[in-house]
Nanobody, 125 residues
Framework: QVQLVESGGGLVQAGGSLRLSCAASGFTFRMYAMGWFRQAPGKEREFVAAIAWTGESTFYTDSDSMKGRFTISRDNAKNTVYLQMNSLKPEDTAVYFC????????????????WGQGTQVTVSS
């Protein structure tokens, strides 16, 4: 069965960095786009970034709060997608989810069919 397992979250001070990983299994990883979303306390889940199955194309949120600080990448040999997060801010505190794309990359949740359980990121001020 399809499984997506996120890791790499934790507590970090503002200005620090984290790299999240999402290990995929149960499907042919290299054939699917992947995405990252996040959900802050009391807020709806929001799109962060997506990457095409080849890794050659990426797509990021147009939210000014995240622009230029997050980078998505993938290693198809390891069946893993990553999210590098730099210059972290307290407002980045959220549960971060990876998801498998149904087809083309996009920012809406209905474009993704399987989700991980999430990893908590907490940024202290």
């Amino acid at each position: 069965q399809v499984q997506l397992v996120e890791s790499g979250g934790g507590l970090v001070q503002a200005g620090g960095s984290l790299r999240l990983s999402c290990a995929a299994s149960g499907f042919t990883f290299r054939m699917y786009a992947m995405g990252w979303f996040r959900q802050a306390p009391g807020k709806e889940r929001e799109f962060v970034a997506a990457i095409a199955w080849t890794g050659e194309s990426t797509f990021y949120t147009d939210s000014d709060s995240m622009k230029g600080r997050f980078t998505i990448s993938r290693d198809n040999a390891k069946n893993t997608v990553y999210l590098q997060m730099n210059s972290l801010k307290p407002e980045d505190t959220a549960v971060y989810f990876c998801a498998r794309g149904r087809g083309a990359m996009g920012s809406t949740e209905n474009l993704y069919d399987y989700w991980g359980q999430g990893t908590q990121v907490t940024v202290s001020s």
